[in-house]
């Protein structure tokens, strides 16, 4: 009596729903890995090299009508993100097969990537996307972090947090080294989506989000490799909630 009840909304299903707990109750963490041909995968990957490229593309965006301007005030906006089909073009993405069942997933997105990078900096951006059978893809959350600021601290955070703690101070920076891989764990802002069967789960990276974020780094076009083998596995972690 008494408790807090947390009202949320799950995309594809369209329905409102409450939890007195966040994640709620019945979600387990399930891991997917990025795999060879931009695919998505449960399994591990078996092999010694794997990596896939990535030149930044600083064209790649989410619009001007994206959760960014509304959450910053922007009078009038509403939040539209339409078929990002086109996007593809600007990402690097890997796709799951056609699910065999309904998969809801709440909480928030954990995704963990081992890459080097030309240059001593980069914004990385994920998206977690939905792909219906006719190849529409739909937007369900991301997340994002500078690379500098990859450094997950031990110590406490200002308030509870259910993914990895960045404090973003100054003695926390880690410059990349071009060449050296690095490991970078973040999570994705918080969602509740239903992907229904049939459809397919997308991973989409970019390195700029051109319109809404500056430019990271300022000159220069990066290069990154994100590694995808036995020793350097890169994958996200989705919390999916049991539906019975």
Do not use: C
Not at 5 to 28: C, H, I, N
Not at 64 to 91: P, Q
């Amino acid at each position: 009596k008494g408790g807090k009840t947390l009202f949320y909304y799950t995309l594809g299903e369209e329905r409102w729903k409450a939890t007195p707990v966040w994640p709620p109750e019945g979600t387990a963490l399930q891991r997917w890995y990025l795999a060879a041909d931009g695919a998505l995968s449960r399994s591990e990957p078996a092999e010694e090299i794997g990596s896939d490229d990535y030149t930044v593309d600083f064209e790649a965006n989410t619009g001007e009508s994206n959760r960014w301007w509304e959450m910053g005030a922007v009078v009038g906006k509403t939040v539209v993100y339409g078929d990002r089909s086109d996007a593809a073009s600007h990402l690097l993405t890997y796709t799951s097969p056609p699910l065999d069942r309904d998969l809801e997933i709440t909480g928030h997105p954990i995704v963990t990537l081992y890459l080097t990078s030309t240059h001593d900096d980069a914004a990385l951006f994920v998206y977690l996307e939905d792909v219906d059978e006719s190849g529409r893809v739909f937007y369900a959350t991301e997340g994002l972090l500078r690379a500098l600021h990859r450094k997950v601290s031990s110590g406490p955070s200002p308030y509870q947090l259910q993914v990895p703690y960045h404090s973003f101070k100054e003695e926390d920076a880690m410059p990349l080294v071009p060449g050296e891989v690095a490991k970078i764990t973040f999570g994705l802002q918080p969602t509740s989506v239903l992907i229904r069967k049939g459809h397919r789960i997308r991973i989409g990276i970019a390195g700029h989000d051109q319109g809404t974020f500056v430019r990271i780094p300022a000159e220069g076009t990066p290069t990154i490799t994100v590694a995808r083998n036995r020793a350097q596995a890169s994958w996200i972690d989705l919390p999916v909630l049991s539906r019975g």
